[in-house]
């Protein structure tokens, strides 16, 4: 095993989407591959959509296998919790066309009717959007027998709840909301290690000719009734004061924070790893004496247990961790 003390920096795996376009490469300079891009999976350990380390000794190295073999950098976590597997998924998303209706299910129903997955807990910082841009959050029926008709009948503008949001905007998204993002909305999503996605509707797209497939039963299954209020699930972010850490979220999956930086600006020791990502701007880090640029886009893991990090530049860093 190595002594960490470095942080880890991250190279990305890129999902193709219907819905996906290039701002990926045109906004945050990736180099990514033809067609319609989505999904930057920033930092994720998921089978066959993982990161791979970017520098250092292990550099080439997938996440799954440095979170076995490097238990120190990621700090004393409960053997439960270690055994489970690398927690997190962080992308960005880049939404050209609307993504589908859709709603996940929680850890219980996903364990029982997904071969044991983890359900999907998520939550989204908007990285810009559209002016009087809107996202699908929640859904008007009263009881499940009511979603199902209106489902069936697709009615979906009586059904389905549009909230407004601006960039800097932050929504927590429980299982069971039903949800979706917009065309020209992009995020940065943080959420549990799962895929698990049930589509209510498609707006009846075609892919390869066929029309993408749908879970109806699913989705009325697991869908949370009545629904969430979807004004008090946006936070607006744009207050935060430069150089501190404004705590968005802490529920029982994870801890996110946004640290707006004109300057100077530090991330001090903690028990476990956090994961930064760069979503504007540029600047440095220092960390054990060392330097390392940064830029938008960069997405690095923060080793537990280190001196943390001193930050000079103008940027917007979103920080996330374990809730131990």
């Not at 000794?57 to 976590?77: I, N, Y």
């Not at 979807?230 to 850490?245: E, I, S, W």
């Amino acid at each position: 095993m190595t002594e960490y003390r470095d942080p880890v920096f991250l190279k990305p795996y890129f999902q193709q989407n219907i819905w996906g376009g290039r701002r990926l490469e045109t906004e945050f300079g990736f180099s990514i591959p033809d067609g319609r891009i989505g999904e930057c999976w920033a930092v994720s350990a998921y089978p066959g959509c993982e990161s791979t380390i970017a520098n250092g000794p292990d550099a080439g190295m997938k996440l799954s296998e440095f979170w076995s073999r490097e238990p120190e950098f990621f700090g004393d976590l409960p053997a439960e919790y270690r055994a489970a597997g690398y927690p997190f998924i962080t992308k960005i998303i880049d939404a050209k066309e609307n993504l589908s209706i859709q709603v996940h299910p929680d850890d219980a129903y996903a364990a029982a009717h997904e071969n044991g997955a983890r359900g999907k807990t998520e939550c989204w910082y908007i990285l810009d959007c559209p002016e009087h841009a809107e996202l699908v959050l929640g859904h008007n029926a009263g009881t499940r027998e009511e979603l199902r008709r209106m489902i069936g009948e697709h009615r979906w503008n009586e059904l389905l709840r549009r909230v407004p949001v601006r960039k800097g905007d932050f929504i927590q998204l429980e299982p069971g909301t039903i949800h979706a993002i917009t065309a020209g909305v992009c995020l940065l999503e943080t959420q549990q290690s799962s895929d698990i996605t049930y589509r209510v509707y498609d707006y009846d797209r075609l892919q390869n000719g066929k029309p993408r497939e749908l879970h109806k039963e699913q989705s009325i299954a697991v869908a949370t009734i009545p629904a969430q209020d979807p004004d008090k699930m946006v936070l607006h972010t744009d207050k935060a004061p430069a150089g501190q850490m404004f705590e968005l979220v802490k529920c029982r999956y994870y801890r996110v924070g946004r640290l707006p930086i004109s300057g100077r600006a530090t991330v001090g020791r903690a028990r476990s790893f956090r994961i930064v990502t760069v979503t504007e701007g540029n600047g440095t880090m220092q960390t054990a004496g060392k330097d390392a640029p940064l830029k938008k886009g960069d997405s690095f893991l923060l080793p537990a247990d280190s001196e943390g990090a001193e930050f000079d530049g103008t940027m917007n860093l979103i920080v996330a961790s374990p809730v131990l």
